[in-house]
């Protein structure tokens, strides 16, 4: 069965701080998905990543995936206050439906 | 992408009840799918529904106590029978768009407290 597991589950940090979410699977699987999630709220589409050694960037976040080693880093640059949320990757099983990690809820402290 | 609604987007039940969420989405999709997220868990999926036919449930989930409906490509319900307090949860459709991207979107969510 594909386990999902990501750590921190929780992090704070403060302002301006870098910081790296892991984020490990345990079967072969060659594409990586992470969502934010606001309190409260769905689940929106950060990053896709189909293949070993995609690299996304979008503001503060860079997304990276090794899938030799099974492993999707998410990667906080200078982290500002609106980044607060729980962020979620996601990866497919065998039967390719959409298994989500634990989550990782980020506090960034002013 | 897809624009998703879900009906109704807060409920509070009585225990022994049921309640069916709907979920609409803008375009027709082949893939949509249920899911329950319990409060401060991630996601599990429960269900795939599937155009004119059954619905395919996870392990841990039956159609009796989640019977789903897919009449067509861009609508479904999802009925959670029988409520009780360990019901209470966000539920959330979501669909996949192959042809437009890898991503899989999510509706809204329904939060349920059953009392």
């Known amino acids: 069965e594909l386990k999902v597991e990501q750590n921190p589950l929780f992090l704070s940090m403060q302002e301006g701080k870098n910081y790296t979410i892991y984020c490990n699977y345990s079967?072969?699987?060659?594409?990586l998905y992470w969502y934010r999630q606001d309190p409260g709220k769905s689940l929106e589409s950060l990053f896709v990543l189909l293949s070993n050694g995609a690299v996304k960037q979008e503001g503060r976040l860079m997304a990276s995936l090794d899938t030799k080693a099974r492993l999707s880093t998410l990667h906080i640059t200078a982290a500002v206050h609106d980044l607060s949320a729980t962020y979620f990757c996601a990866t497919r099983g065998a039967t390719n439906k959409l298994i989500f990690g634990t989550g990782t809820l980020l506090a960034v402290q002013p | 992408s897809a624009v998703i609604s879900q009906k109704p987007s807060r409920d509070i039940c009585q225990r022994g009840t049921s309640l069916t969420i709907q979920c609409q989405v803008d375009?027709?999709?082949?893939?949509m799918f249920w899911y329950r997220q319990q409060p401060g868990q991630s996601l599990t999926l429960i269900a795939t529904?599937?155009?004119?036919?059954?619905?395919?449930?996870e392990s841990g989930f039956v159609i009796d106590k989640f019977p789903i409906s897919r009449p067509n490509l861009t609508f479904s319900t999802l009925t959670v029978s029988n409520m009780s307090p360990e019901d209470s949860s966000i539920y959330l459709c979501s669909v996949e768009r192959f042809e437009v991207s890898e991503t899989q979107y999510f509706g809204p969510g329904t939060r349920l407290l059953v009392l």
């Open positions: 375009s027709q999709v082949t893939m």
């Open positions: 079967t072969t699987s060659d594409r």
């Open positions: 529904a599937n155009q004119g036919s059954e619905a395919t449930y």
